[in-house]
Nanobody
């Protein structure tokens, strides 16, 4: 069983930056496919970014060029550097993990709130 715990959320002005982290435990982190998702009020949860166990990554169009996903396998940590934040980035951000490289994510964190003021 993999446990995930996000941190780093908060309130920031538009144009600012935040760095989210996700601490993983209970599994072999280096073999997990990891992702970030977000859910804004009244909206469905949406994909933000993912990074494979090999280190390859991809991003939602809405965040490409502004967000950077990374992983530190030695520390069992997943990170999301968010720059040039916009009010529409306001959401609860979730860390997720899966053992396969495709399909549904098996494990989810509790989420961390990111609020971007205009």
């Amino acid at each position: 069983q993999v446990q995930l715990e996000e941190s780093g959320g908060g309130l920031v002005q538009a144009g600012g930056s935040l760095r989210l982290s996700c601490a993983a435990s209970g599994g072999t982190f280096s073999s997990l496919d990891m992702g970030w998702f977000r859910q804004a009020p009244g909206k469905e949860r949406e994909f933000v970014s993912r990074i494979s166990w090999l280190g390859t990554s991809d991003y939602a169009t809405s965040v490409k060029g502004r967000f950077t996903i990374s992983r530190d396998n030695a520390k069992n940590m997943l990170n999301l550097q968010m720059n040039s934040l916009k009010p529409e980035d306001t959401a609860v951000y979730y860390c997720a993990a899966r053992r396969a490289s495709v399909g549904q994510y098996d494990y989810w964190g509790q989420g961390t709130q990111v609020t971007v003021s205009s």
